[in-house]
């Protein structure tokens, strides 16, 4: 007596492969896109808490010294309300006063509160201290990109007039529409390619054309309410 087996080896089709391929991409790309959206809806709410902390860091320190503080003109890991250096300020990649770090010298908040965690998140590679530093301890280094990327304050230092004018009067013109604070403020790519960062989050305006997408930042008014505010339309 013999027995004898049959076996019949079977395999995928190409067909199948390119459906199980087909399938796999479009759950990755599922994925992908809810991941991203829930880092931003995590990003918009920490900068709106970052705001808030300086704001009320920013009035503890008004009801202290009867003002508000000058602004930053200079990056560097200490204060600089005496000295503005073109090119190299602590905000909008240096082309603007940052919120002053006296806050955090003199235990108002941390210093963390003073970036928007999304620039701060996206913009994290080194780049060589900018020419104009001379005067900073960043001087001849290679310094984490959101150095230049701290909240920017609408109050010079106090060598451009500080709280007494600078780039805006904060201490005279109690106009609810007048800003405080934003997120990078100026789309230096304008005017200097080399620091051309965009807007940090997605604003909704156009929902009949979602093919045109604007881009914006968080702005804290003199009242203390914040608004995100279009600034960048991207195609």
């Not at 106090?158 to 800003?179: P, V």
């Not at 620091?195 to 604003?203: A, L």
Request: proline share 5%; net charge negative.
């Amino acid at each position: 007596m013999s027995v004898s087996f049959s076996s019949k080896t079977g395999g995928f089709t190409l067909i199948e492969i390119l459906i199980v391929v087909a399938i796999i991409g479009v759950l990755s790309a599922i994925v992908s896109a809810n991941y991203f959206e829930a880092v931003e809806r995590a990003d918009k709410a920490a900068c709106q808490q970052n705001l808030h902390t300086v704001y009320s860091a920013l009035q503890s320190y008004r009801l202290d010294y009867n003002r508000f503080p000058p602004g930053d003109g200079l990056a560097d890991m200490r204060s600089h309300p005496d000295l503005t250096v073109f090119g190299c300020g602590p905000a909008a990649n240096g082309y603007w006063s940052g919120v002053s770090l006296l806050l955090t010298e003199l235990g108002y908040c941390s210093e963390d509160s003073l970036y928007c965690p999304a620039l701060r998140r996206a913009h994290y590679t080194p780049v060589p201290a900018y020419s104009a530093s001379g005067q900073s301890g960043f001087s001849g280094k290679q310094i984490p990109q959101w150095r230049y990327l701290r909240f920017a304050y609408n109050s010079a230092a106090t060598d451009s007039g500080g709280y007494e004018g600078g780039e805006q009067n904060i201490e005279k013109d109690l106009d609810a529409d007048i800003w405080l604070v934003r997120c990078l403020h100026l789309d230096i790519g304008q005017f200097d390619k080399e620091r051309d960062i965009p807007f940090p989050f997605r604003v909704n305006i156009d929902e009949e054309n979602p093919a045109c997408s604007w881009y914006g930042e968080f702005e804290l008014t003199l009242q203390g309410s914040i608004r995100l505010r279009p600034v960048e339309r991207r195609n």
